[in-house]
């Protein structure tokens, strides 16, 4: 029985069967899909160079606001490109559905949630720091770009709320495939919204303290808010009250995570998926 | 003559084909709509709530801007309507799964049938309706006039932008012809660029850096350039117009095209002789 249970779990335990699963994912990247990936980093190391253009446009017209200044915004920016794929998690549970490939995920001898997050983590966080995060971090001084946090304390306690915003993403996107479930065949229309959606309320691309300051309160106040914004003004030392931006977060987790656990499981029992 | 009335009557067509699949899957239809309308908000709400912040951001007032959000729409939009169908904007997939050889059996010329395949003028409206909305609205807030004059270049100069874009996301789709697998996707990427970085206005940012967004990464001109144009054009008229500044999106939409039309021809003549490994025994799919 023992036998068989370590051969069905890959390496014999939960956590081994996960490393193997990201391992893997992560080798997948050179199986010939690389020339689209170093594309997407291309656009956003566009995106990232533009952003910091135009921070250092409003600067020298002295526009930005009081409380924020030139360098907590392009360390801001630069921290949001290199950890796009930890504050904008997109798994692989919507795009499996149309793919026909969620049954497989289902047929393996872990959880399925355990099973979109470990190809998560392999198939976009590691490459991701490996060809995005790590040229990026190096290159940022060049641009006149501190990569460094605040202060210690800071760097701590936005690690923490780095962990509390990746729970937070992976709810929302159990969340999103159960939309992406209940939509049948609009499984594109549900990571569009979701990409849209992301962009504008998480604040990863553009921060809130830019916004009119009642919108950009209530922006951070959401549970996308707490996913981008929430690490982000804690590492560049922007967040006034860093603990309660912690506890924001918590109680989203928890609650996020209550509703995702409930919902998907739910719409499980209407999956369809007629894959391609 | 002969290919300009095929490619008529091919639109036809698929405008016929795009209204069936509407009446046939209306419930689908308005989740797409949904979809596009929250899509194309949220696209324009960012840099719009930035410039609600600043008087004069990137040298543009905060209606200019809205006029801007509007013209950039507009070219998703028609990018929509025409292209965005049997993914004849997303070329890299037709190029690199084989599915060219289902367009070269058509007893139609290649460019007609790429032309007119991505027609969608039910499905894809919802944004360019959107978007000439919000181009309308920015105009009038802007204080543009709106006369035949002003509509005119308008068209033309967003006849340039999407050529631009097609251009590009042609020239990078290029590379499916050599790495079919690796490239497959790549079409994607190009129009990420656009869709992403258009939005951005440029007017404050350092000579080379601008020109590096005006050029070589031609996102500046799918939005923000000719944008500026047609406020001057709206605000002092005519000569604006006769600027030299005003020829630069034609011309830059021209060349792209050359380069994109003289790449994909160089690619097809590699298709024509190693064929695609979607058929062979090692294929990819």
Not at chain 1, 38 to 56: D, N, R
Not at chain 1, 117 to 125: L, N, P
Not at chain 1, 140 to 150: G, I
Request: proline share 5%.
């Amino acid at each position: 029985m023992k036998q068989v249970k370590t051969i069905l779990s890959g390496c014999g335990s939960l956590s081994r069967a996960v490393c193997s699963t990201t391992l893997i994912c992560s080798k997948q990247i050179f199986d010939g899909g690389f020339l689209c990936i170093a594309g997407g980093y291309i656009v956003q190391i566009v995106q990232f160079i533009m952003l910091t253009f135009i921070w250092k446009t409003l600067a020298s017209t002295n526009a930005l606001p009081a409380n924020v200044s030139l360098d907590q915004l392009m360390t801001y920016t630069l921290m949001s490109a290199v950890l796009h794929e930890e504050l904008n998690i997109i798994s692989p549970a919507t795009s499996s559905l149309w793919e026909g490939s969620v049954i497989g995920r289902f047929l393996r001898p872990m959880a399925i949630e355990a099973s979109f997050i470990s190809e998560t983590i392999g198939r976009f966080w590691v490459p991701n720091f490996l060809f995005l995060g790590i040229p990026l971090l190096l290159f940022a001084p060049v641009l006149s770009v501190s990569p460094l946090p605040a202060s210690f304390r800071m760097g701590i306690l936005s690690l923490i709320s780095l962990l509390l915003a990746i729970c937070i993403g992976f709810a929302i996107d159990l969340l999103f495939a159960s939309m992406a479930m209940n939509l049948k065949n609009g499984c594109f229309a549900a990571l569009a919204v979701r990409e849209a959606v992301y962009s504008l309320l998480s604040g990863e691309m553009i921060p809130f303290s830019l916004f009119p300051k009642k919108l950009g309160m209530l922006f951070s106040l959401l549970p996308l808010g707490s996913v981008a914004h929430g690490p982000l003004t804690i590492y560049t030392g922007t967040a006034h009250f860093p603990y309660r931006v912690l506890a924001l977060q918590f109680f989203w987790t928890v609650s996020l995570w209550a509703l995702a656990i409930y919902v998907f499981n739910k719409s499980k029992e209407r999956m369809i998926s007629f894959g391609g | 003559m002969d290919n300009f009335k095929i490619l008529i009557r091919l639109y036809r067509q698929y405008a016929k084909m795009d209204l069936l699949w509407f009446l046939r899957d209306t419930r689908y239809f308005f989740i797409q709509l949904v979809s596009d309308v929250v899509s194309g908000g949220c696209t324009i709400a960012g840099v719009c709530l930035l410039s609600a912040n600043f008087k004069n951001f990137s040298g543009m007032t905060q209606n200019e801007i809205l006029f801007m959000m509007g013209y950039a729409l507009f070219i998703d939009g028609i990018f929509m309507v025409f292209f965005m169908g049997n993914n004849t904007g997303m070329v890299s997939r037709i190029i690199g799964r084989g599915q060219l050889d289902h367009i070269m059996i058509q007893p139609v010329p290649l460019w007609a049938e790429l032309l007119a395949q991505g027609f969608s003028p039910v499905s894809g409206s919802p944004i360019m309706i959107f978007g000439t909305g919000l181009t309308a609205y920015g105009a009038i807030r802007a204080g543009l006039p709106i006369n035949p004059f002003t509509i005119l270049l308008f068209l033309i100069y967003s006849i340039c932008s999407i050529v631009i874009v097609m251009s590009f996301i042609y020239l990078i789709s290029c590379s499916a012809f050599y790495a079919p697998a690796a490239a497959e996707e790549i079409a994607g990427v190009g129009k990420e660029l656009f869709s992403s970085l258009k939005t951005y206005p440029l007017g404050n940012m350092k000579g080379f850096q601008k020109h590096i967004f005006l050029s070589l990464i031609p996102v500046g001109l799918c939005a923000w350039f000719p944008s500026t144009l047609l406020i001057k054009a709206g605000k002092y008229g005519l000569e604006a117009i006769l600027a030299p500044k005003a020829f630069y999106l034609p011309l830059a939409a021209a060349i792209f095209s050359l380069i994109a039309i003289t790449t994909f021809k160089k690619g097809m003549k590699y298709y024509e002789t190693y064929g695609s490994p979607r058929y062979s025994g090692f294929g990819h799919r």
